[in-house]
């Protein structure tokens, strides 16, 4: 993906998530992949999969509202990033469950509202 061939990149990681179930981080991607080819139906599919999968995953979270504010869908994006903003550390930033847990950017839901 890091050289933007999101097409192929779709294929890949969709095989790679039935292949690993219970891994969130190839659902992640594959949301990503179709977010950047602007198929932002596949995307909440992929997103919301992960999210399934791992309920902590912040990013997935983040993905998930930056895919709902580009379908118009300004609500659930609110609500999605507001998830991330009150769980504290509980949610997980970054790729892999080794990496460290750090906060969430301390944003307020007050400026949060105001970008929508």
């Given at each position: 993906m890091q050289q933007?061939?999101?097409?192929?990149?779709?294929?890949?990681?969709?095989?790679?998530a039935?292949?690993?179930?219970?891994?969130p981080?190839?659902?992640?991607?594959?949301?990503?992949?179709?977010?950047?080819l602007?198929?932002?139906?596949?995307?909440l599919y992929?997103?919301?999969?992960?999210?399934?999968?791992?309920?902590n995953r912040?990013?997935?979270?983040?993905?998930?509202g930056?895919?709902?504010?580009?379908?118009e869908q300004?609500?659930?994006s609110?609500?999605?990033?507001?998830?991330i903003?009150?769980?504290g550390?509980?949610?997980?930033?970054?790729?892999?469950?080794e990496?460290k847990?750090?906060?969430?950017?301390?944003?307020?839901n007050?400026s949060?509202?105001?970008?929508?």
């Amino acid at each position: 993906m890091q050289q933007g061939d999101f097409q192929s990149a779709v294929a890949k990681f969709e095989e790679a998530a039935q292949l690993n179930e219970s891994d969130p981080l190839f659902a992640n991607n594959a949301g990503f992949a179709y977010y950047k080819l602007g198929r932002n139906q596949d995307s909440l599919y992929w997103f919301n999969k992960a999210i399934e999968i791992d309920p902590n995953r912040a990013v997935a979270y983040l993905n998930l509202g930056d895919a709902y504010a580009k379908a118009e869908q300004h609500c659930r994006s609110l609500a999605r990033l507001r998830e991330i903003l009150g769980a504290g550390t509980r949610h997980q930033i970054g790729t892999r469950s080794e990496e460290k847990t750090r906060r969430p950017n301390a944003m307020s839901n007050r400026s949060l509202s105001k970008r929508f």
